[in-house]
C-alpha cells in the first residue's frame, strides 16, 4: 500500500484510550497455510473465530485481541497485506 494508506485509520483510533481490546476481521481463501499466516498474525492469547462461506472457498477469521497502542494495530495489518487473497474488513 502507499504511504499513509493507514492515515485514516491511525486518526480514528487515536481517538481511544489504549491498551483496549481490538476486533479485527479478515475473509481469507479457504486453504490451511493462508489460515495460518492469517492466525500467526496474533498471540496465544486472541480470541480466533472462524466462519466458512456457504460455497467454503472462503473463511471469515474474526479476532479480538488487547492491544497496547495504535501502532500495534496498524502493524498488524501491515503484515496482513503480503497474504496472498486476504481482504481485511
Do not use: C
Request: hydrophobic fraction near 45%.
Amino acid at each position: 500500500m502507499s504511504e499513509g494508506a493507514f492515515d485514516k485509520l491511525r486518526e480514528q483510533l487515536s481517538l481511544e484510550e489504549w491498551p483496549n481490546v481490538y476486533f479485527f476481521k479478515f475473509i481469507v481463501p479457504n486453504t490451511p497455510h493462508l489460515l495460518a499466516q492469517t492466525t500467526a498474525l496474533f498471540d496465544e492469547t486472541a480470541h480466533i473465530q472462524f466462519h466458512e462461506s456457504s460455497n467454503g472457498k472462503f473463511v471469515s477469521v474474526s479476532v479480538k485481541e488487547m492491544m497496547l497502542n495504535v501502532d500495534s494495530i496498524i502493524a498488524v495489518y501491515e503484515k496482513a497485506q503480503v497474504i496472498p487473497g486476504i481482504i481485511s474488513l
